[in-house]
């Protein structure tokens, strides 16, 4: 029995091929830095999304959460809390507010010029968020910071991480609902975003911490407690709505 843990704890482990903790850091940080370029990536993946959504392309969706910069901010922010490094976090919130804004600016002025103005289901498709959502990106921020940790960084992954996670299309999606005052499927687009960041976010936090990325500062036992009562608290005020719409869904489906 003895030898059978051992042997799960080996295979499990991510110790053996993990990075240092300088080249994380500093893989993690470039990666969520706002600069010129990649606000120009961002405005052409926002433009190639908007499209893919308005004439209903699946392939043109995929395209552009491929380009998607939105990640690494991301993982960025989850360097910050789990370094306990505030100013850090704060620079990569405010960057990633900044990205949002742009995003959610740049699709609104498309769905506005656009002459296609009914939904297609690649639309309707990122206004009912669950459960399995969820899941899904607490398996894709388990992937994409684990990938992103490794001596040898797994470049495969964080591409694969941004499609199955899809940020872009709700951020779009929100434009579309804005550009067309549909605010039911703006209410539902938003939520999916929020319900992807976050459980990314936390995904995140939670492998650099099991990672013992080095701390910048020291938090005394009551701070830490404190911090880990408000991740227990937004995770409950995020999750709980998801399980209101899985109910829902599964009511509809039987």
């Known amino acids: 029995m003895h030898e059978f843990r051992y042997t799960l704890k080996k295979v499990f482990s991510l110790e053996a091929d993990t990075a240092t903790h300088e080249e994380i850091k500093q893989r993690i940080i470039s990666g969520g830095q706002v600069t010129g370029t990649n606000m120009c990536i961002l405005i052409c993946a926002i433009l190639i999304a908007s499209v893919g959504l308005n004439v209903g392309s699946t392939a043109v969706i995929i395209g552009a959460m491929l380009v998607s910069p939105l990640m690494g901010s991301i993982l960025a922010m989850a360097y910050g809390v789990a370094s306990a490094h505030k100013s850090q976090f704060l620079k990569n919130f405010y960057g990633f507010l900044l990205q949002l804004i742009i995003s959610i600016l740049v699709s609104t002025v498309y769905f506005l010029l656009s002459p296609i103005n009914e939904p297609t289901s690649e639309l309707l498709a990122r206004t009912q968020p669950s459960f399995y959502d969820v899941i899904i990106a607490t398996a894709g921020g388990f992937a994409g910071i684990i990938g992103s940790t490794r001596s040898d960084?797994?470049?495969?992954?964080?591409?694969?991480?941004?499609?199955?996670?899809?940020?872009?299309?709700?951020?779009?999606?929100?434009?579309?609902?804005?550009?067309h005052?549909?605010?039911?499927?703006?209410?539902g687009a938003s939520y999916l975003f929020i319900v992807n960041c976050y459980f990314i976010f936390l995904s995140a936090v939670l492998i650099l911490d099991l990672l013992k990325i080095p701390k910048v500062r020291t938090f005394t036992e009551q701070q830490w407690k404190k911090l880990k009562k408000a991740i227990i608290r937004n995770t409950i005020i995020v999750l709980?709505?998801?399980?209101?719409?899985?109910f829902l869904m599964l009511k509809d489906v039987k």
């Open 240 to 246: 709980i709505p998801s399980i209101f719409f899985t």
């Open 153 to 179: 960084k797994a470049n495969n992954v964080i591409p694969g991480v941004a499609i199955a996670t899809a940020l872009m299309p709700p951020v779009c999606t929100c434009g579309y609902s804005i550009a």
């Open 181 to 187: 005052a549909k605010w039911e499927m703006l209410s």
